[in-house]
């Protein structure tokens, strides 16, 4: 290919690139056009990411999902489903602040609350909502009552901070795993669609 060509498509290409709409990276199918519907997570090592897409799934695909991460735009969307992994008690960093910053943009469109926990593999008891929900995902949101659901995440450790990658390979016993479950994400966007109804 002569250099002139080579220039002349790759001119082209960019252009294309930037007349086209504004692409979110991180925004995941599947999704209906105008949806009305926002499911906003925040994870480490993409455990509520895949929670988050499956719980869309489970509402046949109307959510639009995002990571906190791109600070997107919820204000056009009329429902929101929040969720995100626990470590210590608590979700990230960068969703506790967003939750923070725009309660009031949130405020009455939250319809759901989820949290993706290793929970050392133990199975989820009901003594772990009032942790992630009561005094803490509904306290920073300002969430009502809407339903909620904790599930059991994973571990990769290629996906991992190494110092927290590391801490965890101290603890006996501990091994990568992978416990969430595609049809209990899905059945909890079922749950949600039923109680709006």
């Known amino acids: 290919m002569k250099k002139r060509d080579f220039l002349k498509t790759g001119l082209l290409g960019l252009g294309a690139l930037l007349i086209t709409r504004k692409t979110d990276a991180l925004e995941y199918y599947p999704t209906v056009k105008n949806s009305e519907w926002a ?3 925040g994870t480490w090592c993409g455990s509520s990411r895949d929670a988050g897409v499956w719980i869309s799934e489970g509402m046949d695909g109307i959510a639009d999902v995002f990571d906190v991460r791109e600070n997107p735009d919820l204000t056009k969307y009329k429902n ?3 969720g ?3 470590r210590s008690g608590v979700t990230s960093k960068e969703l506790q602040d967003y939750l923070t910053s725009h309660k009031e943009m949130l405020g009455g469109k939250i319809r759901g609350l989820f949290a993706v926990c290793g ?3 133990r199975p989820i ?5 009032p ?4 005094n803490h995902l509904t306290k920073l949101s300002g969430a009502g009552k809407v339903p909620s ?3 059991l ?5 290629g996906l991992m901070e190494p110092a927290v990658r590391d801490q965890m390979k101290s603890m006996p016993g501990m091994d990568e795993y992978d416990n969430l479950k595609r049809s209990e994400c899905m059945e909890f966007g079922k749950e949600i669609m039923k109680s709006v109804k």
């Open 119 to 121: 929970n050392m593999k």
């Open 149 to 151: 659901r904790v599930f």
């Open 125 to 129: 008891t009901q003594n772990l909502y």
């Open 131 to 134: 942790t992630y929900f009561d």
């Open 80 to 82: 929101i489903v929040i």
């Open 39 to 41: 499911i906003l997570y």
């Open 153 to 157: 995440g994973r571990i990769t450790w």
């Open 84 to 86: 995100g992994s626990i």
